[in-house]
């Protein structure tokens, strides 16, 4: 059991206090997974610059990938215009105009112990053990303003409580593609081989990671993400719910049995998508809301004006 929260402004601002709305939205559903929280979050697009971000750890051994780290952006013509030691990670902004998806592959190699949770022109996932409000504690995630994010809080029933086990889950070597899930992809590993065999690499066996590669990779050859959607229900078995978020877009998906719990809520200013109605209620506290459940085997998305 999880718990997963997306929310979209609609009038594409990048002055939304995101960071603050997922963090009550996670708040509201923290009992479906206690163990880890994530949030994705979306803010100002960069033009020429790309966001990393990589978990490091805060033993001896952190200084010595960030090290690492910098010796790799360097050997790829990537420069560093700042960057930052927060908690468990290391952030950095670079200016890079190569092969995107080659270059985040040898990021992943980087160092043995660093691992990379997000790249992106917009995009920045922060994830750690704890709740939501102590992920917030240690990377102030209430101070984030964009304009969309996706939020996870995470039961471990399949591997340990780590950072890198936890949600939201970025599509790796694709730019600013992240996923919350909750469920079971039944047929994982044919799939994952089946993308293995066109040079796609996975960094972990979790079947979130699968689903953002699965619906990356259609969109990096021209599919709209909400072709890919429809096409994500049909080619993935198993039960689940999941939230996938673009620097442009949000959409979710159902599968055909809906086993798994979805509440959605919609006006002229945002759409909020949850497990759960508490965490809509928690955007409106006092109001009654007009929600509505997505029927099974349903997928839908919502773009950014601009």
Known sequence: MCGIAGIMFKNGRTDHETGVALIDMLDGCQHRGPDSTGFALYGEELESELKLRFLVGEDAGADESVTLIKAALESHNAEIVEDERVGNTYQALVTYDGDLRDFAYAMEHAAPDAKVISIGQSLDIIKDVGGAHDVDDRFDVHNFKGSHGLGHVRLAT?????????????????????????????????????????????????????????????MANGVPLREALKTSIEDLDGTFSFLVSTKDEIGYAKDNLAAKPMVMYENDDLIAIASEEVSLNRLFPGHALDTKEPTPGSYETWSKST
């Open 158 to 218: 399949e591997s340990d409580v780590r950072p890198e086990s936890a949600h939201p889950f970025w599509a790796t070597g694709f730019s600013d593609v992240a996923i919350v899930h909750n469920g079971q992809i039944t047929n994982y590993w044919k799939m994952r081989r089946r993308l293995e065999q066109r040079g796609f690499e996975f960094r972990t066996d979790n079947d979130s990671e699968l689903v953002a590669v699965y619906l990356a990779e259609k």
